[in-house]
């Protein structure tokens, strides 16, 4: 599953930049997140709770940047493990550029499941995948504009 979308955000693109980087921005932005530790340079663990149709999962993973070009441009690659519900996993190319009145954030994601949560088909994954990033980043807009 791959999607593609931009938002602006009213911040300069070196908030927009930190932010991307900071766990605790990060950790109030990933829906269902009870704990995101780690750094940028070493990569982050999260765990995530969330329910995808009938299945309610606690994932267990870890997130490493890549292909770093502050303040411009990132890549998010991680997987996760949720037990007998399956997996996820995927990536996000992150690019950030200066518009008037702020930063346009475009992303790329990809994202592949397995176990559990592949049995449920595509159209539910897809739906909740889009739902998760739109929350993500309306979040992520919310807290650096704040």
Do not use: H
């Amino acid at each position: 599953m791959e999607m593609t979308d931009s938002i602006v955000i009213c911040a300069p693109r070196e908030k927009v930049w930190a932010s991307i980087l900071n766990p605790e921005t990060l950790k109030e932005c990933i829906p269902g997140c009870t704990e995101l530790t780690g750094s940028s340079e070493e990569g982050f663990e999260a765990t995530v709770v969330q329910r995808v149709g009938p299945v309610k999962a606690t994932f267990k993973g870890r997130v490493a940047l890549s292909d770093m070009d502050e303040p411009r441009s990132l890549t998010l690659s991680g997987e996760g493990k949720g037990g007998a519900a399956g997996f996820a996993k995927g990536g996000a190319d992150l690019t950030l550029s200066e518009v008037d009145g702020g930063t346009a954030l475009s992303y790329k994601v990809e994202a592949k499941v397995g176990g559990k949560l592949a049995q449920l088909g595509g159209r539910i994954i897809d739906g909740f995948a889009k739902k998760m990033a739109g929350e993500f980043f309306a979040s992520f807009q919310k807290q650096v504009e704040s």
